[in-house]
């Protein structure tokens, strides 16, 4: 059974706008899949309604089985965590280790099992040197791992992240990498919005393409970035790594030490690491 499935799932705001449309797919506990696209594509309420922050207008959301109708918003968060892609819109404690253990409150768990959450959360962020500043003291590349380090503490089964490498320097998005392959090795599933193509291509090996309110595409990523017809659907440009290897053939997929091999075997210019 897979752990999150949206089947046929639509949703439209009051005023009538449909915002998506028929969108279903499955995402297995273990597993992490990138959802890209343009703007208005779907992407965030798409998550949104995994997450409970917003009610399908028809089609069924599955946590586990659970039909996510049944439940409020906030049983489903205790299984779904949602990071923002703007962390300033979660963040509201005065130093980092109370915002990172405010969401535990609700759980009724003894205070030392609160504690070792909250540190082991900060620590799995990086924050452990800062659990006592003010988070509005740190930089917004910084907020961002605060709001994942909330959603961490709370031990949810299913991560979303909402533009995670917006404004992250090499640090950071090794930091994220780290992050994203521990969740996995838990068992977690991770689910990534992302306009970084590059950052998607080395750290997802699934990818669901979305345009015009839809699911255009759902494969592996080194299929999905050799299909010229769903990437000019969604408006996006392949990361540097699949446009090399357009030169030789879909074949080398994003391996790059294959594509340099190609290269040199056709007396092309080789990539650099």
Known sequence: MPLVSLEDVSFSYPSGHRAVDSVSFAVDAGESVAIIGQNGAGKTTTVKMINGLLRPTSGTVLIDGA???????????????YV???PDDQIFNPTVAKEVGYGLRRLSLPAAEREERVTRACEAAGLGAAMGANPYDLPLSIRKFVAIASVLAADP??????????????AGLLRLTALIDGLQQRGKAVITISHDME????????VIVMAD??????????????????MERASLRPPALAQAGALVGP????DIDRLNAELAARSLTPTTR
């Open 67 to 81: 039909d996510t109708a049944a439940q409020t918003a906030a049983q489903t968060s205790r299984r779904v965590g």
């Open 84 to 86: 923002f892609q703007n």
């Open 157 to 170: 089964d299913v991560v979303i992240l909402d533009e995670p490498t917006a404004g992250q320097d090499l």
């Open 199 to 206: 950052f998607v291509a080395q750290n997802f090996d699934r």
């Open 213 to 230: 309110r839809a699911v255009v595409r759902d494969a592996r990523a080194d299929e999905i970035f050799y299909d010229t017809g769903a």
């Open 251 to 254: 074949e080398v997929g994003l």
